[in-house]
């Protein structure tokens, strides 16, 4: 008996937890689409991925506030969303950089998104890959 209740709640926590993984190997080789735009700098200034300045810094992105690097001019959209609460977590930002404009219009901003490049695949593991590089 105690066994069959043990497998039983095991079964149900398993069907309840949310499933994401995302490879970071994968991820790491899928931000050469990124870094025409994106950098990845440590806050001490070693440069992870080198790459553009047209879009933020993404070092420590997962946790972090969306809009929130200081210095960066983001759009109302984004900013919106920043306000409406969101903070970036790896399924957030598998589902953003599927369609962002479509992301912001519903997850608290509206309009268009600066970031146009959209990646139909591989967005869980640009995530893994993002949550893997972090203070």
């Known amino acids: 008996m105690k066994t069959s209740l043990f497998a039983t709640l095991a079964a149900s926590l398993t069907i309840a937890a949310p499933a994401f993984a995302g490879d970071p190997e994968a991820g790491a080789k899928l931000f050469s689409k990124?870094?025409?735009?994106?950098?990845?700098?440590?806050?001490?200034?070693?440069?992870?991925q080198k790459g553009g300045k047209v879009?933020?810094?993404?070092?420590?992105?997962v946790g972090r506030p969306a809009a929130s690097v200081d210095g960066f001019k983001y759009g109302d959209g984004i900013t919106r969303a920043k306000d409406a609460g969101l903070v970036w977590d790896e399924p957030?930002?598998?589902?953003?950089?599927?369609?962002?404009?479509?992301?912001i219009d519903t997850h608290g901003g509206e309009g268009a998104s600066k970031m146009t490049f959209k990646l139909p695949k591989g967005g869980e593991d640009i995530a893994a890959y993002l949550a893997s590089v972090k203070p």
């Open 55 to 61: 879009g933020p810094n993404l070092y420590g992105v």
């Open 92 to 103: 957030l930002i598998a589902e953003y950089v599927q369609d962002p404009t479509k992301f």
């Open 34 to 48: 990124c870094k025409a735009c994106h950098t990845i700098t440590a806050d001490d200034g070693t440069v992870i």
